[in-house]
């Protein structure tokens, strides 16, 4: 098949939408969105340091490898599953924006953190949300506005 003309610029865009609506569901459930990224009230820890590298592993975020980065949002459940109605704007595809402002608490790895090991900095803030939604429940938390 030879390659010519606008076609195949639009087989790319949609191979490309294929793939990032397939990121967008990947492993897209609300029982996972609430184990990643649902902690309120925050669970007590001295530091939020400590905070990090004791929520990444009760989670299981560090048994495979230790996931890079994740955030946890210290809200209680039912404001979070309204963004996915009244609590939230509409972005585009299955994506939108919580109206509330949520803290949350975002954990990133530390260079050489191996499983076993996983050590984490953490940034906190006080931030809007967007997540994408299924059924009406969150179930993935996009980077977009978190520290
Ligand atoms: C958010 O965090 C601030 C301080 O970091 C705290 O004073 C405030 O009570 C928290 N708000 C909620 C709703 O938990």
């Known amino acids: 098949m030879a390659l010519k003309g606008p076609r195949p610029l639009l087989f790319l865009t949609l191979v490309l939408l294929a793939a990032s609506l397939a990121q967008l569901s990947e492993g897209a459930s609300y029982r996972q969105f609430v184990t990643r990224h649902f902690d309120s009230p925050k669970t007590r820890a001295a530091n939020d340091r400590?905070?990090?590298?004791?929520?990444?592993?009760?989670?299981?975020?560090?048994?495979?490898?230790?996931k890079r980065r994740n955030t946890f949002i210290h809200a209680p459940a039912g404001q979070l599953?309204?963004?996915?109605?009244?609590?939230?704007?509409?972005?585009?595809l299955n994506l939108y924006d919580s109206l509330e402002s949520f803290n949350v608490t975002t954990c990133r790895?530390?260079?050489?953190?191996?499983?076993?090991?996983?050590?984490?900095?953490?940034?906190?803030?006080?931030?809007?949300?967007?997540?994408?939604?299924?059924?009406?429940?969150?179930?993935?938390?996009?980077?977009?506005?978190?520290?």
């Open 81 to 92: 599953q309204a963004i996915c109605a009244r609590g939230g704007t509409h972005v585009r």
């Open 109 to 147: 790895a530390l260079p050489r953190s191996r499983p076993g090991h996983c050590r984490y900095r953490a940034a906190i803030g006080n931030t809007k949300i967007r997540v994408a939604c299924a059924k009406g429940l969150p179930v993935h938390l996009q980077p977009t506005y978190l520290p």
């Open 50 to 66: 400590l905070y990090c590298n004791r929520m990444m592993q009760s989670r299981g975020l560090t048994r495979v490898f230790c």
